[in-house]
């Protein structure tokens, strides 16, 4: 063998190295491009991780929705925790009774349609999906009246689907919630 023939065999041998190695970092980025693809078109059409379901047309005959169960009601904690259904065209209970300076976790959902609650001059602003239950975290430093507009179009009577919460004191809400039960404004 020549040297020049030897120059051409090791000359061939390279290319065939470069190309296999060529077509391994492809093949690595036509899978990782189908990976994102596939994480993302899956995350899409998967609900969010931490989703709770419910079953809407069951909400009103058992489990934590049950008329008897809406309300709020104090923790052991100290905490409180609020239970609330919207419907076409009203919210239950229509008036949630909370205390001041105490952390709520405000649990809802739909019986029908989507609806939201929006407590005016806070940050609360939450969608009740049916089948879904919506958890929110809030807390009122004054005491008063604010109002509670249903805030997704859910019809011809979305106008009129309002509701409202009351913040009373601290210990004048510990005071009723001895009696047990749950709590709301009727009574007031
Ligand atoms: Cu309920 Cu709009």
């Excluded at 899978?31 to 998967?46: C, D, N, Q």
């Excluded at 806070?122 to 805030?151: A, H, W």
Aim: charged share 20%.
């Amino acid at each position: 063998m020549s040297a020049e023939q030897a120059h051409d065999g090791s000359a061939e041998v390279a290319a065939r190295v470069e190309r296999r190695w060529a077509t391994i970092a492809v093949a690595i980025i036509v899978m990782m491009a189908l990976l994102a693809a596939f994480a993302g078109i899956h995350r899409a059409t998967m609900p969010q991780p931490r989703v709770e379901i419910i079953d809407p047309s069951r909400i009103h005959l058992s489990g934590e929705f049950v008329e008897s169960n809406l309300g709020s009601v104090l923790e052991a904690s100290g905490n409180v925790t609020v239970r609330a259904i919207g419907q076409q065209y009203s919210f239950t209970p229509a008036c949630i009774l909370v205390p001041a300076d105490t952390p709520i976790t405000l649990r809802a959902t739909s019986a029908d349609v989507v609806h939201g609650i929006l407590i005016q001059g806070t940050n609360v602003n939450t969608m009740l999906v049916p089948g879904y239950i919506s958890e929110q975290l809030m807390r009122f430093t004054k005491t008063g009246d604010y109002l509670m507009p249903c805030q997704e179009f859910c019809s011809f009577g979305h106008e009129g689907m309002w509701g409202k919460v009351k913040v009373i004191d601290k210990t004048d809400f510990a005071n009723r919630a001895k009696a047990g039960g749950r709590l709301s404004c009727v009574g007031q």
